[in-house]
């Protein structure tokens, strides 16, 4: 199959997908029901499996009187299986509950349109009224003490960086919104710092998460590789992070891209945001300069950027 046919049929798929959700935002339930093949198939995870086109029906319309809404598909996937057949996978979130898409088979009919033969999704959280003044989550990276003064990995800007975070934590408790701490442990034993189960490895105590507040551990820099947080975003329904910590030219740069990518939304804390000093050949950099390259750098395409003072006003 060529590369002509392939997005052709990826663009059908996308443009009956987006009918489908506009539909079911418009409370068009028999709208979104009649896009499924008479003998199609569901699967609800934990509800059961439905088979034909009637047992279908039978959720959604019940579904429908919890009043759902504000339908958002994020980090689509389609993979095309041939000239009539494609299967769409994503997250979503609702203004009620939110999941994953494991398996939308889109299979073009014999009238031309495109319809659901199987459908398999996840509900992994249920919510007893909306979340949408819920949406934002403040992201706390690898506030570590290795890169504090004293530690193994000292940068040039930690202390104020934490000292702005810390506001912006203070808000966020206060407001009971969304905090997702970040820390990253090396796994090998001989590691420079975050060596696991050091002091230096520990989150700093001005920005110590609470009992509540969950912790992701990752090993790469990149925080989504083998990591939780895509699952923890996806239950809490977030559409937005607001970014603070470091390393500005590695972890925080590629954690706002790699958001992006997958369909969210992020502001980066400017004064929130720490770096070392570096040098690359002959050129040499403190690490306020590290940081205003990488903000610069994601200003274009990859986060909206902001200081603490200007954020808090926008926010109160």
Known sequence: MNQTTLNTIRNYVMQASAQWISDFNQGNVQTCINRYLPSATMQVHPFGKFTSIEAIADFWLEFAKSNPSDLVYRNIEIKVLNDRQAVLSANWRMNIASGFISKELWTLAEDGQWYLEEDDFTVLAQHTKPVDDKRTALVLVDLQNDYFSGGRFELDNTDSAAKQASQLLAHFRQKE???IHMQHLFEETNAAFFSANTVGAEIESSVKPTANEPVIIKHQIDSFIETTLEQTLVELGIDNLVIVGAMAQACVQTLCRSAVNKGYKCQVISDAIAAPKLEYQQHSFT????????????SFGGADITDTKGWLQENK
């Open 287 to 298: 690490g306020g300069q590290l940081v205003a390259a990488n903000l610069l750098s994601l």
């Open 177 to 179: 919104l969304p905090v």
